[in-house]
């Protein structure tokens, strides 16, 4: 079967850096999705990853290593703002997205 | 600004009364996805459409419905919602032209509540 697994909640101090995992046991690859859900809101797209590296944009960064199915969230120099659910998506071999549960990202000032 | 528009953001049904949810989109992409999510789960694709091809998920229940008249519109009908059915209901749009860069982009959601 397809799996996305991520913790289930974390918790971090504002300033701070977090990194949220997300491994993966999908039938074929075809890209990495990170997306932000603030409670009770749809995700908004934060990052797409397809090769092996980081990808940076601005206080998030986004890691992917395809032979270890696995991918990670950096975030730095957190806000308030970030507290949020942090959803890892692997696109198939059907180009169908798999979801994982998200993580759930408190924030302490 | 180019969106994907939810109408209404909440809903309120009685158990078994049909109920509709509207999505519609200004982004004039191919693709537009109907979502489950309950609290603390994972978005659940119900179906979607590319242009007017219609792709049922295997396990969403006949209960569900969905109807594209145009590029830019997209219905979900619960034809007797169950206590069950109570969920977010996102609506999100790709190009699906093809290629590993094929983002969704999601709607605000409708919250349905059963009665």
């Known amino acids: 079967g397809q799996n996305i697994d991520q913790p289930t909640e974390m918790t971090a101090t504002e300033g701070a850096i977090v990194q949220i995992n997300c491994t993966y046991q999908t039938s074929g690859f075809n890209g990495l999705f990170w997306y932000q859900q603030h409670a009770g809101e749809a995700p908004t797209f934060l990052s797409y990853?397809?090769l092996d590296g980081l990808e940076e944009k601005g206080r998030f960064s986004s890691f992917l290593s395809r032979s270890k199915g696995y991918s990670y969230l950096l975030l730095k120099e957190l806000q308030m703002k970030d507290s949020a659910s942090y959803l890892c998506a692997v696109r198939d071999s059907n180009y169908q997205l798999i979801w994982g549960a998200g993580t759930k990202l408190i924030i302490k000032p | 600004d180019a969106m994907v528009i939810q109408n209404p953001r909440y809903q309120v049904t009685q158990f078994g009364k049909p109920v509709t949810l509207s999505c519609s989109q200004t982004?004039?992409?191919?693709?537009m996805y109907w979502y489950q999510q309950k609290s603390s789960q994972a978005p659940k694709l119900l179906f979607h459409?590319?242009?007017?091809?219609?792709?049922n998920e295997a396990d969403t229940p006949d209960n569900f419905q969905s109807r594209r008249p145009n590029t830019s519109f997209c219905f979900l009908d619960i034809r007797s919602p169950g206590l069950g059915d109570a969920a977010m209901y996102l609506c999100?749009?790709?190009?699906?032209?093809?290629?590993?860069?094929?983002?969704?982009?999601f709607g605000p959601g409708t919250r349905l509540t059963v009665l």
């Open positions: 982004l004039n992409h191919n693709v």
């Open positions: 990853n397809v």
């Open positions: 459409y590319y242009d007017k091809d219609f792709n």
């Open positions: 999100a749009t790709s190009r699906g032209e093809g290629g590993h860069t094929d983002t969704q982009y």
